[in-house]
């Protein structure tokens, strides 16, 4: 803060700042403590959860900060699973490598182009997935699923 700053309007816009600064910290604070009722051991406070409570950190500490109910966190599909339901959706004429990572993106990742690359030349092995086209260059080869026939007979 310079001398030209000591003002009306330069201390208002520091408060206004702080203000903003103070408010994330609660928020952050809040989110902390949503983890540590979750069961989390670590809370960024040295001493663990015991220190916390010795410093009197609550939820209700921190005022203007709405009582809320912590949001559960979904669990991460395997990415066999995940690559397995992308194939599904694939088109039948063929897709390429970016086609699949795209459709295994979740909240939680995206999986890795070597982790996706690795699975499908698997599956080619496997005979679950064919080589429509053989291409060099960054985009790469177009394969296609080789799934089962639907039955009409489902039960």
Do not use: C
Request: aromatic share 4%; charged share 20%.
């Amino acid at each position: 803060m310079n001398l030209s700053d000591v003002s009306v309007d330069g201390l208002t816009q520091l408060e206004a700042r702080l203000a903003a600064d103070l408010e994330m910290v609660k928020r952050v604070k809040a989110l902390v403590l949503e983890y540590q009722k979750l069961g989390a051991r670590s809370t960024g406070i040295p001493g663990g959860s015991a220190a916390a409570t010795a410093l009197g950190i609550s939820a209700t500490s921190a005022p203007g900060t709405p009582p809320h109910s912590p949001t559960p966190i979904p669990q991460l599909k395997p990415a066999e699973e995940r690559l397995t339901e992308a194939l599904a959706t694939m088109p039948p004429a063929g897709f390429i490598l970016d086609d699949l990572s795209t459709a295994t993106y979740s909240p939680n990742g995206w999986l890795s182009k070597d982790e996706i690359k690795s699975w499908v030349k698997g599956m080619v092995r496997k005979g679950k997935i064919r080589v429509v086209e053989v291409r060099a260059g960054r985009i790469g080869s177009i394969y296609a699923a080789v799934l089962p026939e639907a039955s009409g007979t489902e039960g």
